[in-house]
């Protein structure tokens, strides 16, 4: 069993930069994979970044460049930081850690980018 719960969402400027962290408790070793997806107004929930099976980094390819996800040597903490954002950027940005018995997830933070 994991808990997800995200933090660090807000409003911000286009150009500007936010740091989202996930932070998890539980059996977070039971964890193989690792991510942020996120679900702007109208559209599927989708693919941001993840931490996959032996440690590879993949993102999507509108916030290559831009956006890192990087996590603790614990599997406690999962961050996404977010460089140049822009408006299309905005959604709610959820974390994900997959198990076993299949995904978890947490709660969201909206992150806002306007002018």
């Known amino acids: 069993q994991v808990q997800l719960v995200e933090s660090g969402g807000g409003l911000v400027r286009p150009g500007g930069s936010l740091r989202l962290s996930c932070a998890a408790s539980?059996?977070?070793?039971?964890?193989?994979?690792m991510g942020w997806y996120r679900q702007a107004p109208g559209k599927e929930r989708e693919l941001v970044a993840a931490i996959v099976g032996g440690g590879i980094l993949r993102y999507a390819d509108s916030v290559k460049g831009r956006f890192t996800i990087s996590r603790n040597k614990n599997y406690s903490m999962v961050s996404l930081q977010m460089n140049n954002l822009k408006p299309e950027d905005t959604a709610v940005y959820y974390c994900?850690?997959?198990?076993?018995?299949?995904?978890?997830w947490g709660q969201g933070t909206q992150v806002t980018v306007s002018s």
């Open positions: 539980g059996n977070v070793f039971s964890a193989n994979a």
């Open positions: 994900r850690f997959n198990t076993p018995w299949g995904p978890t």
